[in-house]
């Protein structure tokens, strides 16, 4: 089973915004720090539907959370 639980702080405010079909999605960016000697992860969540409308107004920058849920990979290039 894919579940992963991760700890951190937002790095900035949740942006709610709503799909084709009007589902509400809701997007935020979780800092899981190492500590000194390894370098911050950063991940990016999303919550879908009436959870997403929810919690809104609670995610914001700097707020400590835990979050769990699946993990889905995309390779980004930069040019």
């Given at each position: 089973?894919?579940?992963?639980?991760?700890?951190?702080?937002?790095g900035?405010?949740?942006?709610?915004?709503?799909?084709?079909?009007?589902?509400?999605?809701?997007?935020?960016?979780?800092?899981?720090?190492?500590?000194?000697e390894?370098?911050?992860?950063?991940?990016?969540?999303?919550?879908?539907?009436?959870?997403?409308?929810?919690?809104?107004?609670?995610?914001?920058?700097?707020?400590?959370?835990?979050?769990?849920?699946?993990?889905?990979?995309?390779?980004?290039?930069?040019?």
């Amino acid at each position: 089973m894919n579940v992963i639980t991760v700890a951190g702080q937002l790095g900035r405010d949740s942006e709610l915004r709503s799909l084709a079909d009007g589902t509400p999605v809701l997007s935020f960016s979780v800092a899981d720090s190492q500590g000194r000697e390894k370098p911050t992860i950063w991940w990016s969540c999303g919550l879908f539907g009436k959870r997403a409308e929810a919690l809104q107004q609670y995610l914001v920058k700097g707020q400590s959370v835990t979050v769990t849920g699946s993990v889905s990979e995309r390779e980004w290039n930069l040019s």
